[in-house]
């Protein structure tokens, strides 16, 4: 179509102020036709400057005007700058469409394969071991009833980890812990791993004044290895401090820990005596559950599944701290965080907990943001 | 603890069933551990009468027998025990039967073509004893029909409990019958059989208790009784069946009148046999190097701090743990010397343990042996020889003093209020105290308690609230709501390393990492190779070789737990761990450090092969990546952090470096794993690290309000310079990114690195880095020849410090 474009640009030069109203129509038709027909946007350009350009044929026409009467222009006015508006609208029109069809083509060539995979792959996804959640899941817990979370070193002395908790020295209790060793150092002094988080009631008590209310999560050791058993496990504690804290404020802490751990509405749970060094009254604790098929649910059922240790502090350990046992009072619990994990999740074994395997972690583990709250629910 | 219901009944007048007595057990703090009703097990077995035992026809070793279990007709029943024969008594299993012997169920078969229906069987099939050598052969006069439990009176349910350390009174069951009592399931009965028994004229064996001042403690007193003319042999069934149901072995009716006081009254005892005894006892600590062949058939090598019973030939018996196997009593014993003496608790553990002998006597010695029944002991263990076994008894020697301690308590009833919060009547109190056996003087609010000797563990006022809620029913404590102090209302709960410590975990599970806990102890050639092992952090007791030693870092732990990933098919682990490091055996030498390690494709972007790019391996900048990014989610400032080439010696010293705030603050490094550290832990790489100290972590600024600074922006738009400068290879990047900064301080926001180019064009050891300065203008748009100036001093000031020229 481009090779037509001349003929339109010397056709003006023939007209002159005599032309009839029938030249313009078929200038119009003739104008039209080839912008219909353009196939880009170049042609299109050659177009517009051949009709509208300086030298084009409806300038041309425009033209004339100037020299027409005032009669000869209100007649032919309209029909020369009807002729020039159409001839604008087309060619817009048809370049908004050209570029268009463009875009389109330029689209259909840009198509990918969506259903490739993005990274990471399923392997890499970042997770949080079931401890760590289990302990953020306790802290926020917790500290919404006012707790704040003490810790304490792994190293211990005897002082901390025995003496001071109200075991005597050669009590079959103490025989009872399994406990590991270091080597004598240079003083005779014997240090050892702790076998509870307990010797963190003795640090905390010793250097902050009541009421003290703490929880106390950590890693424990005793020399003892089986299916049930690892020598490295996770305790978490509690300790009440202050001048009237007793029994029944222990069981509602517990029983509003394990309704919000459990995430159950209500919990049954059973206080039995028992025996620790460092707390009297000694009491053990049971919740309510049921054992279908294997699996363990709480808040419903006949059955009864032991949880945890606690009782109020010994007054020998409070005497230990330097505080007045009829001043004041308190209570302590104990649980393994590991067992709690396994009830929650339905973890069958203890061991896979510190053998890293990515297969586990994957199955286990959680999601990096899912962090604990209250407002979001414990677990995601 | 285990013992019978018909013992428990010995001490307990009670009518009620066995289940409320389990319940109570449990609810007064005796948890029960299993109860076995053989009533229930051997419910199906009944006696019979064989009216015929005929030779199988096509088994030698097989007979047919004709059964008659007392409904009148006949049962036919291939038997294949030796001693079947026409006309016996014995125990009949009927078909469905489950045979706890032999663990499974019998049913009707054919035995080499002849039909079978039951079985005739053996104690040992009945699960009664080990006796399998034949079918159960009753008396002619047995009753045909009859359930075997109630013929064998073995209508008797074990009940287990598990004693707390704090209850040697309850290792014997007049204890758990005295609790019981109190709970209110019955009334203990009187105690008649340690009435003391005449003897006649003197204990002819004398005994010396042969210690220096200071050891007296360790055998207060010790007395001894002869009967002369005894007659020994198997106990009666009575007892034969109530040993074995407590899992003891019967032995002869001397020894086993010795367990029968062990566990009806958790007090030991100890019989000789008067013609194996040479001289006179002397009671006194072990020599070193001193053996004994004791009861167990073993001999032991004893050390000073055991105390041994001796006679003129040696030691005959080790003190409260174990007789020995020279003077103990047989079938052939007429004349029984009996022991009943107090040992001292701590001296019998450390003994018991150190030997490596747990027996009934030293677990009841090492939690405390009433010193009150020593005397009431050996009466009791009199009367029942003198029953069992007839002979005539001696009077008692007794060396040493028998001591009766008398401990009081004053005891304000308010105070089980006050640490349980229920309200027990004071009358209920009392009754409790007295039915445990305390003694409750006077009528106020506070009274004097005086504790029974039986109750070692009884010391203070807490104790006696115990031994009041445990019998009331601890389950009154009601709950009782414990709010918020409201004090604390506002103020965190955690500190600053404790929020750091959660939040690394989330920020490198965030970038792809799998968290890990590993053991805190590692190999001590592991802990020295990374700068640990030292001996005050060995333990003197690892459970195993490779765990003995604290870690130093947690790297070990985590580069063994990623090869132990690629031995299973998983190669390309990410694996962090946020936990405790160890210095020293100091508290404060225990750090919490953020490590992660990265091997082969595992990278942050992604891990294993990817279609849009060539793999590769991870590389230092992905553990630097990982280093940074765990110090920006801790909101670490890293404008003034150091990053040293070269880092600890595990590391590749080309490529690592060590992070640190000054020459002092190291807080950590990162880096490719050095190839021999590698080696030295079995691992193969490519593994790239960081490891963070959080504890060394500078502590954000203290500010005065929650408010932040305000915000300024400017209006003029940044504007940016590449130059690209060629320096010696040696020349550090940051040096030349620290120049460029430094050059125009006010004006420069940002300079990175965007290309370090090596070849045509660039000398020989040298390269071109070029960098990417970012002007932030103040006041006014810059001009041309104002940022023509700010670039040549940028240029000038690189040059001057790394000795860069533009590259042209």
Known sequence: MAKAAPTFRARPRTLLHGFMMSDIAALEAELLSAVAAASDEAALENL????????????????????????????????????????????????????????????????????????????????????????????????????????????????????????????????????????????????????????????TMTAQKP?????????????????????????VEGLVIDKGSHLGHLKWILEEFCKAFFEVADVKMRFRPSFFPFTEPSVEVDIQCSRKGGEIRFGEGEDWLEILGCGMVHPNVIRNCGLDPDEYQGFAWGMGIDRIAMLKYGMPDLRPFFEADMRWMAHYGFRPLDLPTLAGGLSA | MKFTLSWLKDHLDTTTSLDEIVDALTRVGLEVEGVEDPAKALAPYVTAHVISAEQHPNADRLRVCMVDTGDGKPIQVVCGAPNARTGMKSVFSPPGTFIPGKNITIGVGVVRGVESAGMLCSAYELGLSDDHEGIIDLPADAPVGLRYVDYADLDDPMIDVAVTPNRPDALGIRGIARDLAAAGLGTLKPDAATAPVPGKGECPVSVTLDFAVDDKHLCPAFALRLVRGVKNGPSPLWLQRRLKAIGLRPINAL???TNYVTFDRGRPLHVFDLKKVEGGLVVRRAKDGEEVLALDGRTYRLESGTVVIVDGKGVESIAGIMGGEHSGCDETTTDVLIE?????????????????????????????????????????????????????????HVA??????????????????????????????????????????????????KVPTWRPDVEGKADLVEEIVRIAGIDRVTSTPFMRDPQTV????????????????????ARGLMEAITWSFIGKAEAEHFGGGKPELALANPIASDLSDMRPSLLPGLIKAAQRN?????????????????????????????????????????????????????????????????????????????????????????????????????????????????????????????????????????KPTKVKPKLVLSDFQPVERDFAFVVDEAVAAQDVLKAAQAAERTLVTDVVVFDVYRGTGVPEGKKSVAIAVTLQPVEKTLTDAEIEAVGGRIVAEVSKKTGATLRG
């Open chain 1, 48 to 203: 517009r400057i051949a009709a509208l350009g300086k030298q084009g044929s409806v300038s041309a026409l425009l033209k004339t005007l100037g020299s027409m009467t005032p009669e000869e222009r209100k007649e032919k006015g309209p029909l020369i700058n009807g002729l020039r508006d159409r001839v604008t609208t087309a060619l817009a029109e048809k370049r908004s469409g050209l570029k268009d069809a463009a875009l389109d083509a330029r689209l259909a060539a840009e198509r990918v394969d969506v259903t490739l995979p993005v990274r990471p792959s399923d392997n890499a996804r970042g997770r949080i071991h079931p401890i760590s959640q289990v302990i953020d899941e306790l802290t926020t817990i917790f500290a919404d009833m006012g707790f704040a979370v003490a810790e304490g070193p792994d190293v211990e002395t005897d002082f901390y980890n025995f003496t001071a908790l109200n075991f005597p020295v050669g009590h079959p209790a103490r025989e009872m812990h399994d406990t590991f060793f270091f080597n004598p150092d240079e003083t005779g002094e014997r240090k050892l791993l702790r076998t509870h988080t307990s010797p963190v009631q003795i640090r």
């Open chain 1, 211 to 235: 009421p003290i209310r703490v929880i106390i999560p950590g890693r424990t050791y005793r020399c003892d290895s089986d299916q049930t058993h690892t020598p490295m496990f996770h305790q």
């Open chain 2, 255 to 257: 020894v086993d009148i």
């Open chain 2, 340 to 396: 009943s003496a107090l040992w001292d608790a701590l001296n019998i553990a450390r003994s018991g343990r150190s030997l490596g002998i747990n027996t009934d006597a030293r677990y009841r010695f090492e939690r405390g042996v009433d010193p009150a029944f020593t005397l009431p002991g050996i009466e009791l263990a009199t009367r029942m020889v003198l029953d069992l076994c007839g002979g005539e008894p001696t009077g008692t």
């Open chain 2, 400 to 449: 040493g003093a028998v001591p009766h301690p008398s401990k009081t308590i004053a005891f304000p009833f308010a105070e089980v209020k006050r640490l349980t919060g229920i309200d027990v009547p004071e009358a209920e109190m009392r009754a409790t105290l007295e039915a445990l056996g305390f003694a409750v003087q006077g009528t106020g609010s506070t009274v004097e308690v």
């Open chain 2, 490 to 509: 506002a103020a965190p709960v955690l500190t600053l390393i404790q929020k750091r410590t959660r939040l690394a975990k989330r920020a490198l599970a």
């Open chain 2, 566 to 702: 690629a031995d299973r098919g998983f190669g390309d682990a990410a694996l962090f761990e946020v936990g405790q490091v160890f210095a020293g055996a100091a508290p404060e030498d225990q750090t919490i450090s953020a490590t992660a390690v990265r091997r082969a494709f595992a990278r942050p972007e992604g891990s294993g092969r990817f279609w849009g790019e060539a793999a590769e391996p991870a590389d230092v900048f992905d553990a630097k990546a990982d280093a940074f990014a765990l110090l920006e989610a801790l909101g670490v400032p890293t404008g003034g952090l150091q990053i040293v080439p070269g880092g600890p010696a595990w590391f590749h010293p080309g490529r690592s470096a060590t992070l640190q705030f000054g020459p002092k603050v190291v807080i950590g490094a990162f880096g490719e794993i050095h190839p021999r550290t590698l080696e030295a832990l079995d691992a193969k790489g490519p593994i790239v690290a960081a490891e963070i100290i959080l504890d060394r972590l500078p502590p954000p600024k203290a």
